[in-house]
């Protein structure tokens, strides 16, 4: 380890940048964040700095660099396009002891400026000790993706009560029991999801009573996308990683299942038409049982808990017996097959609406509103409709429609084995049988289905490893195979 890493204070101190070009001005935008009061030495100052100055943020002097300059400071950085001057500042500083870091070269620097994920006042430095910045940046970028904002609130949270804590728990292994369940528990995902109030209230409680507060467990509802598991959100990788009991769906991409924790109970709720693993009554029972246990259940379903996913009516259930619950959306499998097949569900020219559809029956039958469904300028999905696929094509076209309005199906979306048959009205029913077309399905019916030739950019690979059997209708309207 070639440097110590180190946090250093510089809150109200006087600190100094020497230059006043592009890097020297963020270099004392980073200082300035620090809480530093910073003076630049520049004969000539870039537009950045005297932007901050004219802004009162930092002091600018109009002159070269000098030795009676260093007086009392607490950092130096030397930003010059002159390495006489950048030495002479690197010399000075170490012969008074002073922190220097000299840009862009490591050997005359006795500090070095990490990359910092700033999740005040938690901070996070990631250095390379010069090696590569490019490189620092990169592994910054994805520890921010990793570290939700709100942990710095957390963070604030937990200080204000550290001498609370510290009276109530004599040993510090009873203070450390404490903090590491709080920071495992409820209080720690109320803070995280924006409710702070409520996380106060229950750090307070916990404090008082470490056994008894927060034993009730909690049920996230987290959307698991439409397939494809890089499109599973950051928040529920998270969740699903905490928690003990996860209840799937058959849409459920088996790699998602991989972010659970090794000793989580996986409970399979799978539905498909004509067939139920468990009624929905007796997964609202089970979520509830589990976390009236004090257990963390994830309700895992695919794509949106909100579209079409009866995530409605499991939260209805939750509130009704004061089971604390969260919803975590998810990418619904509309947004997801639409742009994975190339065909985007709103566009100025084509469409000025978007409907999502059901396309499942209610006893027996499609009670919809298809005078409405069949107008112009707008794009209709209609989901879990593959198995009344004729019907509603027929009945578009009954109320309105014409027979040539372009039409998709998109099979087993955004997944590896992505199929997209497309045609119009009139030819999609038939192309579905003949292709043998199987759940999961979505269909897509307007005129943004003609982009698709154009626009098409993932390429399934099918369940036998060909390429997609794609069907396009011609200006002609006859479908031909690609």
Known sequence: ?????????????????VGGGEVAARKARHLLRAGGEVSVIASEPGSLVIEMRDDGQLHVIDSAFRPEFLRGVALVVAATDNT????????????QNIPVNVVDQ???CSF????VVDRSPVTIAISTNGASPVLARALKSKI??????????LADLFAAFRKTVKLRFRTGDERRWFWQETLDGPV???????RMDEARELLEARIVAPDRAGGKGEVYLVGAGPGDPDLLTLRAARLLHKADVVFYDRLVAPEILDFCRRDAELVFVGKAKGHHSIAQEGITRALIEAASRGQKVVRLKGGDPFVFGRGGEETQALAAHRIPFQV????TAANGCGAYSGIPLTHRDFAQSVTFVTGHTRDGRLDLDWHKLAGSNQTLVFYMGLANAREICAQLICHGSPSTTPAALVENGTTPSQRVITGDLATLPDDIETMNASSPALMIVGEVVRLRESLAWFVGMGLEGKVEHVAIADAAGVNVAR
């Open 144 to 153: 921010e993706n990793l570290i939700p904002s709100a942990y710095g609130q």
């Open 1 to 17: 380890m070639q440097y110590l890493p180190i946090s250093l204070n510089i809150h109200g101190r006087p600190v100094l940048v």
């Open 84 to 95: 006489f001057v950048n030495r002479n500042v690197y010399e000075l500083a170490q012969a």
């Open 112 to 115: 070095i400026f990490p990359a």
């Open 106 to 108: 490591p050997e005359l």
């Open 188 to 194: 720690t995902e109320l803070a995280l999801a924006g």
């Open 328 to 331: 975590v959306p998810g990418i």
